[in-house]
């Protein structure tokens, strides 16, 4: 199996869109915000960013503004923790060193949804 897709919800897709593309960096792909979707390249699999609509059911509602579990390796995480801090994404704390011998750091996007940047080892 090869993972090839994850999926992060938001209430505003043309502020995620932004976001995504212009604060993180990633690769547009495809996107129609009119249907409420924005797919970018995250490397080895696609993210696609979806619009959780205000009038959805409350476990639909539930999935924007949590913890995704969703990483991205990078080489330098004290590098890419600076860059990403200047170009104004909001982190929880500073890169911290974990028991398994990585250093990781998490920040929002602006619907509150947590991701993570990884370095290994």
């Known amino acids: 199996m090869n993972l090839n897709t ?9 502020r995620a869109r932004e ?6 960096g990633l690769k547009l792909n495809a996107a129609d915000l009119a249907r409420g979707y924005c ?6 699999c696609e993210l696609v960013v979806e619009a ?10 539930a ?8 990483s991205f390796l990078v080489p330098n995480v004290h590098v890419a ?5 200047g170009r104004g994404v909001v982190f929880t704390g500073a ?4 028991f398994w011998g990585g250093t990781l750091a998490t ?6 949804n947590e991701l993570q940047i990884v370095q290994r080892g």
Do not use: K
Not at 6 to 14: C, G, N, Q
Not at 39 to 44: D, I
């Open 39 to 44: 797919v970018f390249n995250a490397g080895n």
């Open 95 to 98: 890169p911290q060193r974990q």
């Open 107 to 112: 920040l929002r996007d602006p619907d509150g």
């Open 19 to 24: 976001f995504y593309a212009q604060q993180l």
């Open 6 to 14: 994850a999926r992060v919800f938001v209430r505003d897709i043309t």
């Open 81 to 85: 923790h600076q860059d990403l801090v």
């Open 63 to 70: 999935l924007v503004g949590r913890f995704t579990g969703l």
């Open 52 to 61: 959780v609509p205000p009038d959805a059911p409350a476990d639909e509602q």
